[in-house]
């Protein structure tokens, strides 16, 4: 199941990618491709992320049941 944004949670979130590139990068980011990097993000790493928490929060309640 992909996680959808809203055009509110993009226009919160390119910021940051684009602050993170100027800051880490010295490299301008627009919005565009602060965009596409996020989608790429989201596709590509976040399900690994979601799937580790979702591990992670299984096993903590099994060790208190």
Known sequence: MAIEFTKQDIADLNPSLQRYFRE???E???EL???LLL???MKEIAPFAYNR???DAEAYFRARV
């Open 24 to 26: 880490e990068r010295d």
């Open 28 to 30: 301008e980011l627009s």
């Open 33 to 35: 491709r602060a965009k």
């Open 39 to 41: 989608d790429f993000l």
């Open 53 to 55: 928490g979702v591990r």
